[in-house]
């Protein structure tokens, strides 16, 4: 079996192209208050790198100048940047659409107890990770605590009227398998999350995404100690889609690193696998024009955005 990810692609007459520039994903810091053991990302309490105010003007001046549909702000806990709520408040006074990677928990941390209405006066949509509606899975996966503070957290979001019908603002919650397994169909686990989350503690969301495990960084360190690489990269090998290609996040996404690099997704970001080298390289250079037909860099974890009904930071795509 090869896991050689363009041969595979070939096999079926395919190639990995961007199409647009509709949404930038901007990592503000790998700074968290949590370190979850499927984190692509290894970001932690101890983690030092933190975007400048001067990168994330840089953000701002091509939102500004290109008026990019959607800023999506991920982290680490990226609330936790200095700069975020500044960066926020700009980006939607330009009419950006703001979505933030939050991790629920943060909300709980000095400073941040107002999070749920900072996030209501600007309209941002909310993107939060909760591995099970049970406690015992959740805190395997995130430690200790997570939980009970995760659904108080939900419950300030509902109080301030996110997840609830008619609001029009938006909680959607994230789920990633505990283990080396591929997420189950987004449709069932989905309701399953609703009916539970509705009749354990009376919450209420908008939609849950399923997103695979990539086999890089804390998740492959996994892998490797419990002696499932092979095993759970043949998994996503045997799983590929080929409709999913289509529909996988870097054909209408460019990734920022916290220095202002740019890549084609955030799991590239994470292994250094910078844009194709005739694109613009950094946020200083930001031209959607020239990057919207580059081709993307791959690897072997992009098994994992399309095995099975695919996978990105909006879910299932397949």
């Known amino acids: 079996m090869t896991f050689d990810f363009e041969q595979k692609l070939a096999s079926h007459g395919l190639e990995l192209r961007a199409t647009s520039v509709a949404t930038l994903q901007v990592n503000v810091g790998k700074l968290c208050n949590q370190a979850c053991k499927h984190c692509h990302v290894d970001a932690s309490p101890k983690r030092t790198e933190i975007m400048t105010r001067e990168t994330a003007e840089q953000v701002l001046a091509a939102l500004r100048r290109f008026r990019i549909l959607t800023l999506d702000l991920t982290g680490g806990a990226p609330e936790l940047n200095p700069s975020f709520r500044w960066l926020v408040t700009e980006a939607r006074a330009l009419g950006t659409h703001v979505m933030v990677r939050h991790n629920l928990t943060v909300m709980f941390e000095p400073g941040q107890e107002d999070l749920s209405e900072f ?10 990770s909760l591995p099970y509606f ?16 995760s659904i108080e957290a939900i419950r300030r979001l509902n109080a301030v009227g996110y997840g609830v019908d008619g609001s029009g603002l938006h909680l959607n919650l994230v789920y990633n398998p505990v283990g ?31 997103i695979t495990n990539m086999p890089i960084k804390r998740f492959l ?24 290609v289509a529909g996988v996040m870097c054909r209408r996404l460019v990734s920022v690193d916290w220095t202002g690099k740019l890549y084609d997704c955030d799991f590239n970001q994470m292994l250094e696998l910078g844009v194709a080298e005739n694109a613009p390289q950094t946020i200083a250079e930001f031209d959607p024009i020239k990057l919207a037909q580059r081709r993307i860099v791959t690897g072997v974890h992009c098994f994992g955005c399309t095995a099975g009904a695919g996978s990105s930071c909006g879910g299932a795509v397949a």
């Open 221 to 244: 360190e996994y892998l490797r100690r419990s002696g499932n690489e092979e095993r759970y990269l043949r998994k996503l090998v045997e799983a590929f889609n080929p409709n999913a």
């Open 119 to 128: 996030f209501r006066a600007h309209q941002i949509e909310v993107i939060s």
């Open 180 to 210: 080396a397994f591929l997420p189950p169909a987004q449709s069932a686990i989905e309701a399953d999350f609703k009916r539970e989350l509705q009749s354990r503690y009376g919450l209420t969301f908008n939609q849950l995404y399923t």
């Open 134 to 149: 049970q406690e015992q899975q959740t805190d395997a996966q995130r430690g200790n605590g997570v939980f009970t503070k």
